[in-house]
């Protein structure tokens, strides 16, 4: 098996297994997180009701400028501060966390850090 197909076969098996254990509600909506090579996504998700309350980018327009030229990590902190500013204006104040199979090192953990000092209880 190639390399990188058996990496992503490992991430996948990580995420369901993740996954299958946790839920998010509307009062406390699971944060999904996804990397690409260049970009960083987040997600609040209500999973109950199968709706995505809202979702952030490192390619977002309002941030694609403030973002551009810096490293991941610093990408990550800000992203993690604006999506708990936004989500203190959404009322929401608890998240779970879904990490969603990547290792809890280096940019997952930057973002998660920064979404915490932004107030945001995960």
Do not use: W
């Not at 390619?59 to 708990?84: F, V």
């Amino acid at each position: 098996m190639d390399k990188n197909k058996f990496k992503k076969a490992r991430r996948n098996k990580i995420r369901r297994r993740i996954r299958s254990t946790i839920r998010g509600t509307s009062e406390r909506p699971r944060m999904a997180v996804y990397k690409s090579n260049k970009h960083l996504h987040v997600q609040l998700v209500n999973d109950l009701d199968g709706v995505t309350l809202f979702g952030l980018s490192s390619n977002s327009a309002g941030l694609r400028d403030q973002l551009a030229g810096k490293p991941g990590s610093e990408q990550a902190k800000m992203l993690g501060q604006e999506l708990a500013k936004t989500a203190k204006d959404r009322g929401i104040e608890k998240v779970v966390f879904d990490r969603s199979g990547y290792k809890y090192h280096g940019i997952i953990k930057e973002l998660a850090d920064a979404a915490r000092e932004g107030g945001l209880d995960l």
